[in-house]
């Protein structure tokens, strides 16, 4: 495996931002390079150090899953290979863990869809029975599978600041309700038959979020990264328990750690700067990145 990138240097390619993972750059006026990183981020705070081989699992998972919801809805990759469109000196730095995708117009929207009760979900039902707007039966617990899927926006947040979770008539007041009903019902369909590929192969999505774009023709083109651990929160079906929060192949370790951790002997106030992570938590996040990939793919 490639040693760990934190932050790629692309020196042939104007670059365009910086994500929390992705560092992304221009090819010409209508294609982007997207390079996965190694970094990781844990209460929209990037960690100091990388987790290695993350951003080649991410990648080749969010290759995959593209595969799988092409006839869906058209998605941004071109096809070409990402390693022809930088300097021979830097394709080491995207090997393996890049995208070479169209331009599009991005919608400010995160299109969160749950099909259990978890994390802020369950907080939020505990309050009021609802997420986000959206009414849920009563006697449901924590991991609860829900009766259908549920479709919870998000209005996007600039790096270093929380998405806000949105109602779906915030979205049509947004975009309008074509193209708010388009996301809403393109989006349960992702999920739905993602759930169904996953559960097959003993994984349970939990819940996942959806970015898309508009083309030069104003179709609507799924972007980004999708279905990784990332974006996803996966359980191990065979250690699902309703009541309780299943072990999960996503960043929940690591948060959970970091739940515990100390600056300069306090209890880490989830602000820049990070905790320092040990090589232990490092490699433990590492190997659930690596068993999601294995059980994913085979």
């Not at 982007?32 to 960690?47: E, G, H, K, N």
């Not at 479709?151 to 929380?162: D, L, M, Q, R, S």
Request: aromatic content about 8%; some cysteine.
């Amino acid at each position: 495996m490639n040693p760990a990138l934190h932050t790629s240097q692309i020196h042939s390619l104007p670059l365009l931002a910086r994500g929390k993972v992705r560092d992304n750059y221009a090819v010409g006026e209508d294609r982007i390079l997207m390079v996965a990183s190694d970094r990781i981020s844990a209460f929209d705070v990037i960690m100091d150090q990388p987790i290695p081989g993350k951003g080649q699992l991410l990648t080749q998972m969010a290759l995959w899953w593209f595969g799988q919801l092409g006839d869906i809805v058209p998605n941004h990759l071109t096809g070409e290979a990402p390693e022809s469109v930088v300097a021979p000196g830097e394709v080491a730095q995207v090997a393996g863990r890049s995208m070479l995708v169209r331009r599009l117009k991005p919608v400010p929207i995160e299109a969160v869809v749950r099909g259990y009760l978890a994390g802020s979900g369950w907080k939020e039902y505990q309050q009021g029975q609802s997420v986000c707007g959206v009414p849920l039966p009563p006697g449901l617990r924590n991991a609860s599978r829900l009766p259908a899927p549920i479709y919870t926006p998000a209005a996007k947040a600039a790096v270093g600041e929380h998405d806000e979770n949105i109602t779906y008539a915030r979205t049509v007041e947004m975009v309008g309700p074509e193209l708010a009903a388009r996301i809403r019902d393109i989006s349960i369909r992702l999920y739905q038959r993602a759930a169904e590929v996953a559960l097959a192969r003993g994984i349970i999505i939990a819940d996942t979020k959806f970015e898309f774009g508009l083309d030069a023709d104003g179709q609507l083109v799924l972007m980004d990264e999708v279905l990784t651990p990332d974006s996803s929160r996966y359980w191990p079906a065979d250690q699902y328990r309703e009541g309780t929060n299943p072990p999960s192949f996503d960043k929940q370790y690591l948060r959970d750690w970091l739940e515990q951790a100390q600056v300069d002997g306090k209890p880490w106030g989830k602000q820049p700067p990070p905790p320092t992570l040990p090589p232990e938590v490092i490699e433990a996040t590492a190997a659930k990145y690596r068993e999601a990939m294995a059980r994913l793919l085979g």
